[in-house]
């Protein structure tokens, strides 16, 4: 008898399956989303090109107050939601704002009048000390994924030994370097095809009794049955049992506690009649997500 030798080749799959980077946004206001005239000592407002929602008028640009607003620059409504408009703006012409806009102002301002006039709905800021205010917010950032960050042997080898009847089992261990458990997926799990052209078979566990397992010729002897299980430091196993290559497909393991780690071994049933030493390979792939 000689010594048969096994290498198992592992091919590392990360997937990382959390949404993708999105912006999430709001309508707000600028001084840029006005169109100002310039009348030397101060500006007065002659349109609006900005996004919409909560509006507020600057006091002063470009160094300057702003104290005049013409008529229809917030005609139609368009995504307007609220203007606010401060003192300095001592006079509002008929059509300037859309009724159905909110004037946000101080009582006895000229934005007041012009909402008790047109029949605006008013918001007093002068009582903001007594209630919050309320309305939108822009808020422009990106989200991005979180990285799934594992580390996995590329390469395992173990050995079928047919003088002692025994398999030397490696442990296989992988490593969670992230901030949240993770479930580990057996995504693949299958003898390689140059492994095949040798005449080696993958076969199920019970193809054979265990006794008919020791007794197979030389030719039976290359259909082989390798499994790998999970064993220790898992937080979570999902599948405690042995998972052989053959037909093994998108298969979850179990999950991994955050920062930690946890192994697997292999198991085989397997003949002893082999004419020379033989290396076989297997790929198995894993998939990664975050619980």
């Known amino acids: 008898m000689k010594k048969f030798t096994v290498i198992l080749v592992l091919l590392l799959t990360l997937g990382i399956f959390t949404s993708s980077p999105f912006t999430m946004s709001a309508?707000?206001?600028?001084?840029?989303?006005?169109?100002?005239?310039?009348?030397?000592?101060?500006y007065t407002i002659t349109g609006y090109k900005g996004p919409g929602g909560d509006v507020v008028i600057p006091e002063t640009y470009n160094g300057k107050p702003v104290d005049m607003i013409n008529p229809?620059?917030?005609?139609?409504?368009?995504?307007?939601?609220?203007?606010?408009?401060?003192?300095n703006i001592t006079n509002i012409p008929v059509q300037a704002i859309d009724p159905s806009i909110t004037i946000k102002g101080y009582s006895g301002s000229a934005a007041h009048t012009y909402a008790t006039t047109y029949g605006n709905p008013f918001v007093d800021l002068g009582a903001a000390s007594a209630s919050p205010a309320t309305g939108s917010t822009k808020v422009n950032g990106i989200i991005s994924s979180t990285v799934i960050d594992c580390v996995v042997p590329l390469t395992v080898s173990f050995a079928i030994d047919p003088n002692t009847d025994s398999f030397v089992s490696p442990r296989l261990k992988i490593i969670n370097n992230t901030n949240a458990p993770v479930n580990v997926t057996i995504v693949d799990f299958k003898m390689d095809?140059?492994?095949?052209?040798?005449?080696?078979?993958?076969?199920?566990?019970?193809?054979?009794?265990?006794?008919?397992?020791?007794?197979?010729n030389k030719t039976d002897s290359k259909k082989l049955?390798?499994?790998?299980?999970a064993d220790t430091g898992w937080a979570l196993i999902n599948n405690g049992g042995t998972l052989y290559d053959k037909g093994l497909s998108n298969v979850l393991v179990g999950a991994i506690a955050a920062n930690s780690d946890a192994d697997m071994v292999f198991e085989a049933k397997h003949g002893n009649s082999f004419e020379k030493v033989e290396t076989v390979s297997y790929t198995l792939s894993f998939k990664f997500e975050l619980q």
């Open 72 to 87: 229809y620059v917030f005609r139609p409504a368009s995504l307007v939601t609220s203007v606010e408009i401060h003192n």
């Open 27 to 42: 309508f707000a206001s600028s001084p840029d989303d006005f169109i100002y005239v310039d009348s030397g000592t101060s």
């Open 193 to 216: 095809q140059d492994t095949i052209n040798k005449g080696f078979q993958s076969v199920a566990p019970d193809t054979y009794t265990d006794i008919e397992w020791k007794g197979l």
């Open 225 to 229: 049955a390798i499994g790998t299980r």
